[in-house]
């Protein structure tokens, strides 16, 4: 999953971006809310945590103007306030959740897969696909009577492709999605996760095809 943080405590943000990164994620961090505006602008993001005090502006009016946008992508607000009204006002402008400063970074990350299933439609961590089972919290893929571990990118990757089959993806768009602003990688490294998921899927009933001057496809063999 992509992430976009907007927090301006730099230790915090640090070590919420450590612990995402750690379970695979790939995390943009917004300082304030001008980074915020311009992430969001050009990026796909899985899911928003926001901060609620920024140092220019109120993390609210970024909520407030995602949604009037149609955005979307979920949003969890990071908030040290613990009044009711306070938690009810931000959940009124359309955030998913909330969670109060300070936390458990345990609890983060379940109310991040959570808030994903829902977005999702879904209650279970698996996913199914044709005859595949994939799990991207156990990070394994069940093909057939053969269970494969994944690597992180391998992981992500096959999340983007089972979670719009028969789309396409272009290159350019799975760098987006794989990779935050701070890498510095190629397209050429979309090909090989690429090659390394078809190995894995070999035997199956599903595939990743080439489509020709436009991308990646997963799809029913």
Same mark, same amino acid.
């Given at each position: 999953?992509?992430?976009?943080?907007?927090?301006?405590?730099?230790?915090?943000?640090?070590?919420?971006?450590?612990?995402?990164?750690?379970?695979?994620?790939?995390?943009?961090?917004?300082?304030?809310?001008?980074?915020?505006?311009?992430?969001?602008?050009?990026?796909?993001?899985?899911?928003?945590?926001?901060?609620?005090?920024?140092?220019?502006?109120?993390?609210?009016?970024?909520?407030?103007?995602?949604?009037?946008?149609?955005?979307?992508?979920?949003?969890?607000?990071?908030? /040290?306030?613990?009044?009711?009204?306070? =938690?009810?006002?931000?959940?009124?402008? +359309? $955030? @998913?959740?909330? #969670? %109060?400063?300070?936390?458990?970074?345990?609890?983060?990350?379940?109310?991040?897969?959570?808030?994903?299933?829902?977005?999702?439609?879904?209650?279970?961590?698996?996913?199914?696909?044709?005859?595949?089972?994939?799990?991207?919290?156990?990070?394994?893929?069940?093909?057939?009577?053969?269970?494969?571990?994944?690597?992180?990118?391998?992981?992500?990757?096959?999340?983007?492709?089972?979670?719009?089959?028969?789309?396409?993806?272009?290159?350019?768009?799975?760098?987006?999605?794989?990779?935050?602003?701070?890498?510095?990688?190629?397209?050429? /490294?979309?090909?090989?996760?690429?090659? =390394?998921?078809?190995?894995?899927?070999? +035997? $199956? @009933?599903?595939? #990743? %095809?080439?489509?020709?001057?436009?991308?990646?496809?997963?799809?029913?063999?």
């Amino acid at each position: 999953m992509r992430f976009l943080l907007v927090e301006d405590n730099l230790s915090l943000a640090s070590a919420v971006e450590d612990r995402l990164r750690m379970d695979g994620h790939v995390v943009d961090h917004a300082p304030d809310l001008a980074v915020a505006d311009d992430y969001a602008a050009t990026a796909d993001y899985d899911l928003i945590l926001l901060d609620i005090m920024l140092p220019d502006g109120d993390g609210r009016s970024f909520l407030k103007s995602h949604r009037n946008r149609e955005g979307t992508t979920p949003v969890i607000v990071l908030t /040290a306030r613990s009044e009711v009204s306070d =938690r009810v006002g931000v959940l009124d402008l +359309g $955030a @998913d959740d909330y #969670i %109060t400063k300070p936390f458990d970074f345990s609890e983060l990350e379940a109310r991040c897969r959570a808030v994903l299933r829902r977005h999702g439609g879904g209650s279970s961590n698996q996913k199914r696909f044709g005859a595949l089972v994939f799990d991207p919290l156990a990070g394994t893929l069940v093909v057939g009577d053969k269970t494969v571990s994944l690597r992180n990118k391998e992981l992500r990757l096959l999340e983007i492709f089972i979670n719009a089959p028969d789309r396409i993806f272009s290159k350019s768009k799975l760098v987006d999605r794989l990779f935050s602003y701070e890498e510095d990688v190629s397209e050429n /490294a979309i090909e090989v996760y690429v090659a =390394r998921l078809r190995k894995h899927l070999a +035997g $199956a @009933d599903v595939e #990743i %095809t080439t489509v020709r001057g436009l991308g990646y496809r997963m799809s029913l063999a």
